[in-house]
């Protein structure tokens, strides 16, 4: 129902800076949320940002708070991470993904997502 497509990752040196972008296709919702997600090396796939579909409303995990901003043009069906100041410890394949909604604790569904992005931080 809800296709993603990232793109714009690569190689880039600390300090550096990259775009992401991700291409939402197929039927949306004004209650959905967009989301980026990475996965690093051996690590755990975990949360980098969302922000609703109707509401400009950001949260950013705590490890990329002032470094990371997560946006969308709704007119294009697009989501966008810009990304600052990046460290190696960036490095990881970045995911985008959809929340179609709540369940009953308040936290999002996460169901529909791209097939990523990586992302090289060099020292």
């Known amino acids: 129902q809800v296709q993603l497509v990232e793109s714009g990752g690569g190689l880039v040196q600390a300090g550096g800076s990259l775009r992401l972008a991700c291409a939402v296709s197929g039927r949306t919702f004004s209650n959905y949320l967009m989301g980026w997600f990475r996965q690093a090396p051996g690590k755990e796939r975990e949360f980098v940002a969302r922000i609703p579909w109707t509401v400009n409303s950001t949260y950013y995990a705590d490890s990329v708070k002032g470094r990371f901003t997560i946006s969308r043009d709704n007119a294009k069906n697009m989501v966008y991470l810009q990304m600052n100041s990046l460290k190696p410890d960036d490095t990881a394949v970045y995911y985008c993904?959809?929340?179609?909604?709540?369940?009953?604790?308040?936290?999002?569904?996460?169901?529909?997502w791209g097939k990523g992005t990586p992302v090289t931080v060099s020292s």
């Open positions: 993904a959809v929340a179609r909604g709540y369940d009953g604790l308040g936290r999002p569904i996460w169901a529909y």
